[in-house]
């Protein structure tokens, strides 16, 4: 079943962020982009006009017509089912959930947290609104981020930038990194817990094969992993990791800010670009070392900037 709806200009931004990392290139004048995984293909139109098809199509269609607020033309029946089956497999279980954030920022570190959700968590949890904090705004995670850290069983790892840098260094790539610290928050946390655990998902960043590899001399493995595209809706320990995970980075953005008196942007646009030319200035280029990932593009991009 394909579900068609249009968006406003100011919507496509959201959308294409949302799916940018699944984007595939198609040759056809009427077509903006299309996204593809196994499971779903968007097709956006240069009307503005939006083409879900697949298995998680209507679990989207109705993802978008929340955030956006359009009404869901879906049959009663096709809700329903969408209700019951969208999530059959793992939404009500015990599970171990891991992501990351930071990632894609030049400026902070890196953060993994594993987190805990049992089937009597999840009403508290949807109430609170908790679910993949790509789709919260900070000052959501902001509000209720400090609760979540107290009352749910998680670990969370703060790959700082120095430390991040140095592995960089090393030859490690970026999914290695992620790897190495994934599987370390869900050991932690995996000995921690005191109920039992049905599965282990993780935010999948990469193939199965490749993750494991990348773990395969750290003294402890962990395995019986389920590795979910959108784990964040697929469970709700995968969106309480994500979500504690922002609210530990916008923590950490907040006291590195402090530290050199000015406001550092996320992401990797053209403001951290002027800010880091900024802060190369003021404090020293060697500064940059300990607030920033260097590898990024914006790195040469602001010593340029700093020797003109
Ligand atoms: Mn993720």
């Given amino acids: 079943m ?9 919507q496509l931004e959201e959308l294409v962020d949302y799916y940018q990392e699944d984007e595939t ?9 299309v996204f593809a995984t196994s499971k779903l293909r968007v097709t956006v139109y240069k009307t503005l006009k939006v083409m879900l098809q697949g298995e998680d199509a209507l679990q989207d269609y109705q993802m978008w017509s929340d955030i956006f607020g359009f009404t ?15 999530k059959p497999r793992y939404y009500q279980t015990a599970a171990v959930g891991s992501d990351e954030v930071g990632t894609g920022d030049y400026f902070g570190p890196v953060v ?16 609170l609104g908790v679910r993949d904090s790509k789709k919260m705004t900070d ?8 609760d979540l850290i107290k009352n749910y069983e998680h670990v969370t790892l703060v790959l700082d930038n ?23 928050a869900l050991a932690k946390c995996l000995k921690q817990i005191s109920g039992k655990t049905e599965y282990i998902i993780v935010d999948q960043f990469c193939s199965k094969e490749l993750y494991f590899e990348y773990v395969k001399d750290v003294p402890y493995v962990v395995k ?18 994500s979500v ?11 006291a590195l800010s402090e530290s050199v008196k000015i406001n550092l942007p996320f992401g990797a646009g053209p403001a951290v670009d002027i800010i880091g030319e900024i802060v190369a200035k003021k404090h020293g280029i060697e500064t940059l070392n300990l607030l920033a990932k260097t590898h990024f593009k914006n790195h040469e991009r602001i010593l340029e900037r700093c020797h003109k």
């Fill in 72 to 86: 869901a033309d879906v049959g009663v029946t096709e809700a329903t089912k969408a209700k019951g089956f969208a």
């Fill in 112 to 127: 993994v947290t594993a987190a805990y959700v049992k089937p009597t968590d999840i009403s508290a949890l949807e109430a």
């Fill in 224 to 241: 019986d992993i389920t590795f979910l595209e959108r784990a964040e809706s697929e469970h709700l320990a995968v969106a309480l990791a």
């Fill in 25 to 33: 290139l198609v040759k056809d004048p009427y077509i903006y982009k």
């Fill in 2 to 10: 394909n579900y068609v709806f249009t968006i406003a200009e100011n």
């Fill in 244 to 254: 504690i995970s922002r609210y530990t980075f916008l923590e950490k953005m907040r």
């Fill in 139 to 146: 000052e959501t995670i902001q509000s209720i981020g400090a």
């Fill in 162 to 184: 120095p430390k991040y840098n140095e592995l960089i260094a090393q030859g490690y790539n970026l999914n290695k990194i992620k790897a190495y610290l994934h599987n370390h």
